[in-house]
């Protein structure tokens, strides 16, 4: 199994697993399937300082695979809620979830679309903890369906504080607040321009520019050092197919073209 | 003292317009044999405070809720409760919240302060659409902007825990407390429904002193539930009922929802017991696995 090549879920899991290289030892916290499984590349790779739970209270001391687990995992200690909104407003934290909209200054939208604050056209999660997040430590982005109808101009509602200047009003603390990375099923994405507008990185592979720019509701801008984005390891595969995934949950939320 | 009750007598203390807050989070360790009671009873008008699950959508598709404050509501097994997305779409009232503000609130009323400060909000349209949250400028050198996050004050406040004595001290088995502690110290009267009620020196048998998350003199009154969070989960006793919440979660439609309710709230709470499959069945719900 493990001389297959990369599938397009592989190297999106990576390219969600880069977004926390380099964070030290802090909480590591992955809302969704993908993200999961790229929380627990992370951990057992390149950033071994990462703190992972089992998605609920515990901080497990290797990290478990997504969906059902015959052994239980070894605690290493306690993160009940209370210890999460503690440790992210803390700062110690970079959460990796989706979103429903992003728009160009990185503002997105989890609660609702359309109508009114009060009467939505559609109601979604809700606000969750995004607005905290966001305004308090590195946030990145997993959309697995990258089209005009997420990438829009303008998000229908902002939980999730972007680097739209008209959002921040005088004397709000800024210097918390990161969109750290986005990563489709097409590339990735950051902030890095002088305007904190939406950049492309990298390009999954096979993938081009025209494409990704046509199926995102904003010009883009694009990094000088356009690259394309790197394939999972032999040591990745393996940690994903027999260790984090091994009934390929993650083949449910992006396939291959 | 022996605050021991009926869930009959407890909602019976409930008034039309109250502000109630449930305890929990999404679908664990909802107090829902109280919530299923208020479905039955004639209280009406009330504002819910919660980190919301099926306890918020069964209020709503019963017509209980005139008015709610929510971080979010969700199924876990399900992302979003279908009963709460149809009265959000049919515009019910509602203050939505960061789920940390939400914390914020009750742990301000619970400390009798007017408010607390927090970045959470800002630069975010939980600002713009609730015009009634303040900002306010510290009085420090940092100038800094920060939420004025009110003191959310409640009526009621409604958990559901493991184990209790006659005297409402209360013991969670599970792994998180949730906020169960903010939501009683921000009420004025609390209420408490458990699996058991057992004697005092059997608390300290049942777990570590960290497990007693509330004292005596933050409960009002104890009910007798076993399975009294089904269908959401009570670790480490029962899972989740997975299938109970499709079954639940599909019956939007007001022919679905007149069947479920006949089905399962029209008798007491030993009759939806047996309805949802009895104890033997009860007892063997899985862990749920996140």
Same mark, same amino acid.
């Given at each position: 199994m493990d001389d297959m090549p990369p599938t397009l879920a592989e190297t999106c899991i990576v390219a969600c697993a880069e977004s926390w290289r380099g964070d030290g030892e802090i909480l590591a916290s992955a809302i969704g399937v993908i993200p999961r499984i790229a929380a627990g590349v992370a951990r057992m790779t390149f950033a071994p300082d990462l703190l992972v739970t089992d998605g609920e209270a515990t901080l497990v001391a290797t990290p478990v695979p997504v969906g059902e687990r015959e052994t239980a995992p070894v605690a290493e200690s306690w993160m009940p809620f209370r210890r999460v909104f503690d440790t992210l407003w803390s700062g110690r934290r970079h959460v990796l979830m989706g979103a429903a909209q992003v728009d160009r200054y990185g503002s997105t939208n989890i609660a609702s679309v359309g109508g009114t604050p009060q009467h939505p056209t559609r109601q979604l999660l809700g606000m969750r903890g995004a607005p905290g997040n966001t305004i308090s430590h590195a946030c990145s982005f997993w959309i697995p369906s990258h089209r005009e109808r997420v990438f829009v101009e303008r998000v229908d509602v902002v939980s999730g504080a972007g680097y739209d200047p008209a959002m921040w009003d005088a004397g709000v603390n800024r210097s918390f607040h990161e969109v750290r990375r986005i990563v489709t099923n097409m590339a990735v994405l950051d902030f890095l321009t002088p305007q904190r507008t939406m950049r492309v990185r990298s390009l999954h592979p096979g993938v081009t520019l025209e494409q990704v720019q046509a199926n995102t509701g904003f010009p883009l801008d694009v990094a000088e050092d356009l690259t394309v984005t790197r394939l999972p390891t032999d040591e990745e595969l393996v940690l994903i197919r027999e260790l984090l995934d091994p009934t390929g949950r993650r083949n449910a939320e992006v396939r291959d073209a | 003292m022996d605050k021991t009750l009926t869930s009959q007598e407890l909602i019976a203390e409930l008034r039309d317009g109250m502000v109630i807050g449930i305890g929990g989070w999404g679908a664990r360790r909802k107090p829902m044999s109280l919530v299923r009671e208020i479905c039955r009873s004639s209280v009406r008008d009330l504002t819910i405070v919660t980190y919301g699950g099926p306890d918020v959508g069964m209020l709503c598709a019963a017509g209980k809720v005139a008015h709610l404050v929510f971080g979010f509501v969700s199924l876990d097994v399900i992302p979003l409760d279908p009963h709460f997305r149809r009265a959000r779409e049919a515009g019910l009232s509602s203050v939505e919240l960061d789920e940390g503000m939400l914390q914020w609130g009750l742990y301000a009323a619970g400390l009798r302060l007017p408010f607390l400060p927090t970045r959470a909000g800002l630069a975010t349209d939980v600002q713009r659409h609730n015009p009634q949250i303040s900002t306010i400028t510290s009085p420090y050198p940092d100038g800094e902007v920060l939420l004025a996050m009110p003191a959310v004050e409640l009526d009621v406040a409604i958990v559901h825990v493991n184990e209790a004595d006659a005297a409402g001290n209360c013991q969670v088995l599970g792994p998180d407390p949730y906020f169960d502690d903010r939501f009683c110290m921000a009420a004025k009267r609390r209420y408490v429904s458990c699996e058991r009620i057992v004697p005092t020196e059997q608390l300290s048998d049942s777990g570590p %002193?960290?497990?007693? %998350? +509330?004292?005596?003199? +933050?409960?009002d009154g104890v009910v007798e539930s076993r399975f009294g969070a089904h269908p959401t989960s009570c670790a480490p006793e029962y899972g989740i009922d997975v299938a109970h919440l499709n079954e639940y979660a599909a019956a939007v439609e007001p022919d679905a929802w007149a069947a479920y309710g006949e089905r399962y %709230?029209?008798?007491s709470d030993a009759d939806y017991l047996a309805a949802v499959g009895g104890e033997d069945h009860l007892e063997r719900v899985p862990a749920t696995t996140f």
């Amino acid at each position: 199994m493990d001389d297959m090549p990369p599938t397009l879920a592989e190297t999106c899991i990576v390219a969600c697993a880069e977004s926390w290289r380099g964070d030290g030892e802090i909480l590591a916290s992955a809302i969704g399937v993908i993200p999961r499984i790229a929380a627990g590349v992370a951990r057992m790779t390149f950033a071994p300082d990462l703190l992972v739970t089992d998605g609920e209270a515990t901080l497990v001391a290797t990290p478990v695979p997504v969906g059902e687990r015959e052994t239980a995992p070894v605690a290493e200690s306690w993160m009940p809620f209370r210890r999460v909104f503690d440790t992210l407003w803390s700062g110690r934290r970079h959460v990796l979830m989706g979103a429903a909209q992003v728009d160009r200054y990185g503002s997105t939208n989890i609660a609702s679309v359309g109508g009114t604050p009060q009467h939505p056209t559609r109601q979604l999660l809700g606000m969750r903890g995004a607005p905290g997040n966001t305004i308090s430590h590195a946030c990145s982005f997993w959309i697995p369906s990258h089209r005009e109808r997420v990438f829009v101009e303008r998000v229908d509602v902002v939980s999730g504080a972007g680097y739209d200047p008209a959002m921040w009003d005088a004397g709000v603390n800024r210097s918390f607040h990161e969109v750290r990375r986005i990563v489709t099923n097409m590339a990735v994405l950051d902030f890095l321009t002088p305007q904190r507008t939406m950049r492309v990185r990298s390009l999954h592979p096979g993938v081009t520019l025209e494409q990704v720019q046509a199926n995102t509701g904003f010009p883009l801008d694009v990094a000088e050092d356009l690259t394309v984005t790197r394939l999972p390891t032999d040591e990745e595969l393996v940690l994903i197919r027999e260790l984090l995934d091994p009934t390929g949950r993650r083949n449910a939320e992006v396939r291959d073209a | 003292m022996d605050k021991t009750l009926t869930s009959q007598e407890l909602i019976a203390e409930l008034r039309d317009g109250m502000v109630i807050g449930i305890g929990g989070w999404g679908a664990r360790r909802k107090p829902m044999s109280l919530v299923r009671e208020i479905c039955r009873s004639s209280v009406r008008d009330l504002t819910i405070v919660t980190y919301g699950g099926p306890d918020v959508g069964m209020l709503c598709a019963a017509g209980k809720v005139a008015h709610l404050v929510f971080g979010f509501v969700s199924l876990d097994v399900i992302p979003l409760d279908p009963h709460f997305r149809r009265a959000r779409e049919a515009g019910l009232s509602s203050v939505e919240l960061d789920e940390g503000m939400l914390q914020w609130g009750l742990y301000a009323a619970g400390l009798r302060l007017p408010f607390l400060p927090t970045r959470a909000g800002l630069a975010t349209d939980v600002q713009r659409h609730n015009p009634q949250i303040s900002t306010i400028t510290s009085p420090y050198p940092d100038g800094e902007v920060l939420l004025a996050m009110p003191a959310v004050e409640l009526d009621v406040a409604i958990v559901h825990v493991n184990e209790a004595d006659a005297a409402g001290n209360c013991q969670v088995l599970g792994p998180d407390p949730y906020f169960d502690d903010r939501f009683c110290m921000a009420a004025k009267r609390r209420y408490v429904s458990c699996e058991r009620i057992v004697p005092t020196e059997q608390l300290s048998d049942s777990g570590p %002193l960290q497990t007693m %998350l +509330l004292h005596r003199g +933050l409960v009002d009154g104890v009910v007798e539930s076993r399975f009294g969070a089904h269908p959401t989960s009570c670790a480490p006793e029962y899972g989740i009922d997975v299938a109970h919440l499709n079954e639940y979660a599909a019956a939007v439609e007001p022919d679905a929802w007149a069947a479920y309710g006949e089905r399962y %709230l029209s008798g007491s709470d030993a009759d939806y017991l047996a309805a949802v499959g009895g104890e033997d069945h009860l007892e063997r719900v899985p862990a749920t696995t996140f």
